[in-house]
């Protein structure tokens, strides 16, 4: 008998033996790292105001985390990164401006509310940054739609191009200048403003396969066809598909917020499905519903819906292995 | 060379692929000091033992008849002393009746053994009994006896046969060994497989395209013959009898059906040389050609060995650990079994024995499942992995048939690319295990329905 043999323990487990290096620190990490160009372009816009407020929500986001897996006795996840993405995604969806006590109950609500009662990571049916954001505005109605103008010393506050549009019509707005909507020089909340930084962030997520691109796409591609037929039909009374591609929170929200794998249906054509119904819902609620902004109620809606879409998905799945 | 090249579709990853006995060629394994032989090295009945101890007996003799028609006879590898007949250590995990032989060193084939002959020169019931009488089984790992594959319902018509040359899985390549150094046997196993029916089959080699010198040599012992040699994409589970036979034909098992009904045999490489061996040179199946490997083991090797060699002698023979190990895994890193013991033997299925440390295993834990969907994304079955264990971890049995648990062939695309780390192919095997049980429970309560009255 081999000597070797026997001062060799072996372990009995199940297959595969081999794993593949991906974990969920892995994939929320990179989704932080693809935020902070947003998060850059933020402080650059509204001076470090922003920056505090972005580290507020992310650390009592990670705190309430905390909090919650000690009372509950759980093990701890507060660092894994997906509290700390609730922060940041929480943080862009802010003005600039909101005070530092409000921050924290939305933080509150995302983490404790919307995540942690309904069981923590995984388990959690709304988006917690998404919840937090409509708490917030329905709550600080006023706090929540002054949005600091950009690269100013003063603290002058005003309404988002959405807002002007919503209030007073397209005509308010005067000449637009695209570029500047695109480089995030406008009204608005911290990650609304640059779609370029967001663009930077969601190559970065797409080239580490931690997003496809058939939710952002299909959500993107609905709300500028379904605009873009109002603004064909009657250009005075609707705004240009470009101003709502580029304004409000439908880029963060195509590519952050209905990307976030817990709360969006599991396979390709749910999420394309899922997709055109965030899109939809976002034209619909911009052009005709009472709040300037879509985007959060669409996904949250499209949120609630993804049980039955993966429901669709497994049944037309199995349906087509059946026997001829 | 240009080969016509094809994949199956859906799903499907690309796991490291560690072939590390790629240049290695076959060895011969010297005879060890006690083979240990069980007696079920295949799926059916186990072979009942004709031999008592202390016979003496020749290589190749019968010592276990088939039980049945799914079953398959099992030979002595060598000839020698039959020392115990008893339970021992099996590769599946448990124990199960085995023949302990004694070599005696001189290697005697037992008489009218070992003849070769022309195959073409038999009908197809001989080359059918050869085969069974040889106790060949599917020697890719599942031991499904070969005279029952080939021996398809009459309903049936068998109008493809393929080679399954993908070896897809990590580690192991003693079946591109085989085709690179016995290519004319294995071709030659494929065409009496082909020969068995009627009309004459379309032939097909399915070989990934990592394996470039094995689509080379077989393509060299394949030409002038009606032979398609088909390059497939380095993908795992490209060897899955369900994936091979999409990619390589372009139809798709439904549920319930068996490749058969889609007019198609599927063997593998180590079969069809076993095939060879057994019809033209009258070899029963004694030794096989096996993979050790392991970033463990001292010298990595492809050896022929005979069937009952224990691993601890086959590792005596490699040099032994570098390093201490963890997990002795039988079969490749995908698919294979992990093993409590350094004692099992080699059998008919064994066609990797890998050697690998494996610590990391213990700091994974599992995390909720975070919807990603890569499960999903590389299941070749297209199925929900995700959903399968929700509901065999709520213990949903009633729902699960209905999930399409029979469907997963457990190729561990899922638990591989999970980043939850959770155990996906466990909890399906359970569930599957649980469905099994609850189908015999409402079997025995139909039958004891059924015999009341007469009572």
């Given amino acids: 008998m081999n000597a070797e043999s026997e001062l060799v323990q072996l372990t009995v487990s199940y297959p595969p033996y081999t794993r593949s290096h991906e974990s969920i620190e892995r994939i929320m990490y990179t989704v932080l790292i693809a935020l902070l160009p947003a998060v850059g372009t933020s402080v650059y816009f509204f001076g470090p105001r922003a920056l505090w407020l972005t580290l507020v929500t992310t650390a009592s986001c990670i705190g309430f985390e905390f909090l919650s897996n000690k009372l509950r006795k759980r093990d701890l996840t507060c660092f894994d990164g997906s509290a700390a993405i609730t922060g940041v995604l929480l943080a862009l969806n802010l003005p600039s401006n909101l005070p530092y006590w409000m921050a924290v109950v939305g933080a509150l609500v995302a983490i404790i509310i919307s995540k942690e009662l309904f069981g923590g990571l995984g388990y959690n049916i709304f988006n917690p940054a998404l919840v937090a954001r409509v708490f917030l505005l329905i709550s600080f109605p006023s706090q929540m739609t002054s949005w600091p103008q950009p690269l100013s010393v003063d603290v002058v506050t005003g309404a988002s191009p959405l807002g002007i549009i919503k209030s007073d019509g397209v005509a308010a707005l005067g000449t637009i200048d695209f570029w500047a909507l695109f480089a995030g020089n406008m009204r608005g909340s911290l990650g609304e403003t640059s779609a370029l930084a967001i663009l930077l962030g969601a190559a970065l997520l797409w080239s580490r396969n931690c997003i496809s691109l058939r939710i952002p796409l299909s959500f993107i591609g609905t709300t500028v066809a379904f605009t873009w037929i109002f603004y064909l039909i009657d250009p005075s009374v609707y705004a240009p598909p470009l101003l709502h591609l580029l304004s409000g929170g439908l880029m963060l929200g195509a590519f952050f917020m209905a990307t976030d794998m817990v709360t969006s249906p599991l396979a390709a054509r749910g999420q394309i499905v899922f997709g055109i119904g965030c899109g939809l819902l976002t034209a619909l609620i911009r052009l005709f519903g009472g709040y300037p902004e879509g985007v959060s109620f669409a996904i949250l809606i499209m949120n609630a819906v993804v049980p039955l879409i993966d429901r669709w998905d497994l049944r037309s799945r199995s349906r087509y292995r059946e026997a001829a | ?455």
Wanted: glycine share 8%; with cysteine.
């Fill in chain 2, 1 to 455: 060379m240009a080969f016509k090249k094809s994949t199956f579709k859906m799903g499907g990853i690309h796991p490291p692929d560690n072939k590390l006995t790629r240049d290695a060629p076959l060895e011969v394994m010297p005879l060890p000091a006690l083979l240990v032989v069980p007696l079920n090295q295949h799926i059916g009945k186990p072979a009942k033992a004709v031999v008592s101890v202390g016979d003496q007996v020749k290589r190749g003799q019968l010592i276990g008849t088939a039980d049945g028609f799914v079953s398959a006879n099992v030979h002595a590898p060598t000839s020698g002393k039959i020392k115990l007949i008893g339970r021992a250590v099996h590769p599946s995990g448990q124990y199960a009746e085995a023949i302990t032989i004694e070599p005696d060193g001189a290697d005697e084939w037992e008489a009218g053994l070992n003849q070769v002959c022309n195959w073409r020169d038999l009908s197809c019931e001989e080359i059918r009994k050869r085969i069974q009488d040889a106790g060949v089984v599917g020697m890719g790992g599942a031991g499904f006896p070969t005279h029952v594959k080939l021996s398809p319902p009459s309903n049936k018509k068998i109008d493809t046969v393929i080679l399954n040359g993908a070896e897809c899985e990590p580690f192991l390549t003693s079946d591109y060994r085989l085709m690179l150094e016995k290519s004319e046997e294995v071709v030659r196993g494929l065409e009496i497989v082909a020969s068995l029916f009627n009309p004459t089959p379309r032939v097909i080699v399915g070989i990934e395209a990592n394996k470039k010198n094995a689509l080379k040599s077989i393509g060299k012992a394949a030409l002038h013959k009606q032979i398609e040699l088909v390059e497939l994409d380095t993908k795992y589970p490209q060897g899955g009898e369900k994936q091979l036979i999409t990619a390589l034909t372009g139809r798709v098992i439904a549920d319930g059906q068996l490749p058969f009904d889609v007019g198609c045999l599927v063997q593998n490489v180590a079969t069809c040389f076993a095939i060879d061996e057994s019809v033209s040179k009258l070899r029963p199946l004694t030794e096989r050609a096996t993979t050790f490997s392991g970033f463990e083991l001292k010298n990595r090797k492809n050896l022929w060995v005979r069937l009952g060699t224990r691993i601890v002698d086959v590792m005596e023979f490699c040099g032994g650990l570098t390093r201490k190990i963890n997990q002795l895994i039988v079969g490749g890193p995908m698919m294979g079994r992990a093993q409590f013991s350094f004692d099992i033997p080699v059998t008919k299925t064994t066609s990797g024995v890998l050697f690998i440390d494996n610590t990391e295993l213990d700091s994974f834990k599992d995390r909720p499942c975070i919807r990603c969907g890569r499960c999903v994304e590389v299941c070749p079955q297209g199925e929900l992995p995700w959903l399968l264990v929700d509901k065999a971890m709520r213990q949903h049995a009633d729902q699960l048939p209905s999930y399409g648990y029979s469907r997963c062939m457990e190729c561990g695309s899922c638990s591989f690319v999970c980043p939850a780390k959770r155990e996906i192919v466990h909890w399906i095997k359970y569930a599957k295990a649980v469905n099994a049980r609850i189908a015999a429970r409402e079997k025995a309560k139909m039958e004891t329905v059924g015999k009341e009255p007469k009572a």
